[in-house]
């Protein structure tokens, strides 16, 4: 199922200025991300999760290392390159949703397409689209206050996606929801993997989350310490068969 490899870093380090002195916030990652994985890092607070995350999102420059995104070498590019890479290649999904509460739910999901440059009417069919998909088109023309956390982040999820991006990238996506709504946010993302082959990579410090992920990569201290296959979960896989 898996395809090309999409993502690979070779000894991947960032260091953070300090008072203090440089610290060494990661230490030397290496690794492949093929198309089509589900991908949970974990792993403490502090442990470098974020910084890899934000590595991988051409948010931040490494300090030392390589990253090819498909077959561009991305670690060395300027900040207006790594701009565009990240509008075309990347969707992002964040704890806090991030939605603009004074824009209607199909304008935040149609954004990325403003900046790249889509005309309007096509934004507004594609946005709708996507809003479909996550069972929320009922609320396209809501403003975000009036729908619950988990759809709030059921938009985001559109929105990630309405680029056609080659990855999504999520840090902590269900941090701020409770249990149920974790679940259905989790089985959205499952069902985009499993059904459209949507690469994903996601971190999360929840065992019960990184459960939907069929590999976990566990960070510790700035260095990857595990690196596993797992099975789905029964349900997933009753899912799969039906
Ligand atoms: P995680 O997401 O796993 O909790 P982070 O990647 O946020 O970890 O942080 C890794 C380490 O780098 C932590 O010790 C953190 O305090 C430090 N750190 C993160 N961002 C910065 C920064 N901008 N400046 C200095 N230190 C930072
Ligand atoms: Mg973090």
Known sequence: MSGAALIRVEGLSKDYVTAAGAFPALRGVDLEIREGEFVAIMGPSGSGKSTFMNLLGCLDSPTRGRYWLGDRDVAGLPNEELARVRNRHLGFVFQGFNLLQRASVVDNVALPLVYAGVPRAERQARARVLLERVGLERYADS???????????????ARALVNRPRVVLADEPTGNLDSHTTEEVMSLFSELNREEGITLVLVTHEPDVAEYAKRVIRFHDGVVVEDRQQQLRTAQRAGAVA
Not at 143 to 157: D, F, H, N, T
């Open 143 to 157: 403003l975000p206050s009036r729908i619950s956390g988990g759809q709030q982040q059921r938009v985001a999820i």
